[in-house]
């Protein structure tokens, strides 16, 4: 059987490192927003880091980097996701001056990488805001984090110009308007927090990553850096016009950052939304030119789709990330994740119809609660069926987009490794091909296994997908 994906085809996995690197007060690496944040999105903030908090020492990435990047070769990544936590490099954020450190700790690991012909592919700020910006100018509200920003991406960039090719922004841009503190470092409450000033602090973003494209490019004119969207396809309820014009006004809030980073202007449909909410966004001098840096690609995490209704009864939080409907057609995951592979061929369809720009899916995963046994070889393992039925069936789906014409780049399961969930911040909730050996009680000896999906991973990139189960039509 032939397969659709392309010869080069970007086979890999992602991580953040907030969620695995551990080690979060050494060499030099000053606190961030994580740091605080215990019990991930839902908790409450501390005021100090506290011993419950998985995500201070991780999965010790920090120190055991060497072994895992063996394991991603072992299973033939061709690219590596992971992000810079930006308080290693400046540990407050505002300083003139970086963290040698912090820098040495990258160039170790993007050397590690490519001593095995592992791309790196790096998110500049991946949900780890200084915690400095944080409480001294509440994050992106405060116009200067733009030049924090582009001094951070601009010794970055400098720095790994031959080492790194493939770079992302912002993770997931738009949940800053679901979660601002870890989306954005606000440190103003999500109930306290006027749109005007949300806005504005999504305005500063878009300005600071069309910036960092600016730089990027100057710096190594063969970068690609591309923008990271949570996407959320959103299908109406019912026919019912009033459904359909709720699940277009939906997406409008996501597709808006896509819209701006792929065509560098304000759509028509969001300055509506601004006058009839009474936002004025301050626009400084220059911005609408910056604006017109566009991204290379884009990129974009998939999990589940919603449905939206013109209802509000039937709106629910139960069983979707964000808000919307249940759809009574799909099945959920433990943790309430509707469970839609089609949906990812649908909005990778959308997203290239709108911007005929490459796409990179960067995240997609099932999270659950692994059993470790004995494997036929005496080894412990994990035979999680459920994860590559997961898998195997987006993937399916990757491949009709690509045979619907869609220019797919590259592929990177969420969370190769297990890692520190970032909305429960526990490790229960699993996502890898390796199982690490710690738990949420802060036990385990922090052992790495391959699970039964390593092997499954490993055959499915050495095939180039031609591996991969297709299901009666």
Not at 94 to 105: A, I, K, M
Not at 317 to 326: K, R, V
Request: hydrophobic letters at 35%; proline letters at 5%; a negative charge.
């Amino acid at each position: 059987m032939s397969t659709p994906f392309p010869e080069g085809f970007l086979w890999g996995g992602a991580v953040a490192a907030n969620q695995l690197e551990g080690a979060y007060n050494e060499d030099g690496k000053g606190l961030s927003t994580q740091d605080v944040a215990p019990q991930g999105i839902k908790g409450p903030i501390t005021e100090v880091p506290t011993e419950d908090n998985m995500k201070l020492v991780g999965i010790d990435f920090y120190h055991r980097y060497k072994e895992d990047v063996k394991l991603f070769a072992e299973m033939g990544f061709k690219v590596f996701r992971t992000s810079i936590a930006w308080s290693r490099i400046f540990p407050n954020g505002d300083e003139l001056e970086p963290n040698e450190q912090g820098l040495q700790f990258y160039d170790d690991l993007f050397d590690e990488c490519h001593k095995y012909g592992i791309e790196p592919l790096v998110t500049l700020s991946h949900y780890e805001t200084p915690l400095h910006l944080s409480k001294q100018y509440d994050g992106w509200v405060n116009r200067k984090l733009v030049g924090f920003y582009e001094r951070y991406a601009r010794k970055v960039f400098t720095r790994y110009k031959d080492k790194v090719k493939y770079w992302l922004t912002f993770n997931e841009i738009n949940s800053i308007l679901h979660e601002p503190f870890m989306s954005g470092g606000i440190y103003t409450p999500k109930d306290k927090l006027s749109k005007q000033d949300l806005y504005q602090a999504i305005h500063h973003e878009l300005v600071a990553s069309a910036t960092a494209v600016k730089i990027g490019h100057e710096i190594n004119p063969q970068a690609q850096i591309g923008c990271m969207i949570l996407s959320m396809p959103t299908y109406p309820l019912t026919p019912n016009p009033d459904d359909v014009i709720a699940a277009m006004k939906s997406e409008h809030m996501n597709y808006f950052f896509g819209d701006v980073h792929a065509r560098g202007v304000y759509p028509g449909y969001m300055k509506r939304y601004f006058r009839e909410h009474g936002i004025d966004i301050h626009m400084e001098p220059g911005d609408a030119e910056i604006l017109k840096h566009t991204v290379d690609f884009i990129s974009f995490s998939y999990y589940v789709s919603i449905c939206e209704t013109g209802d509000s009864s039937k709106r629910t939080q139960e069983g979707n990330l964000i808000g919307g409907a249940p759809n009574p057609y799909l099945k959920a995951s433990e943790w309430g994740w509707q469970i839609d592979p089609q949906g990812l061929r649908y909005v990778l369809n959308m997203f290239y119809d709108r911007y005929q720009k490459p796409l990179f899916i960067v995240e997609n995963g099932l999270g659950a609660k692994d059993v470790l046994v004995t494997g036929e070889d005496g080894v412990p393992t994990v035979n999680d069926d459920y994860r590559i039925e997961y898998l195997n069936d987006h993937l399916v789906q990757v491949g009709e987009a690509i045979e619907d014409g869609v220019e797919v780049m590259g592929y990177t399961s969420w969370g190769c490794i297990d890692l520190v969930s970032a909305s429960t911040a526990e490790l229960s909730k699993r996502y890898g091909f390796i199982y690490v050996d710690r738990h949420d009680d802060n036990t385990g000896t922090l052992e790495r296994y391959r699970k039964k999906s390593f092997h499954w991973y490993k055959d499915v990139i050495s095939t180039n997908g031609q591996s991969l189960q297709r299901k009666g039509n």
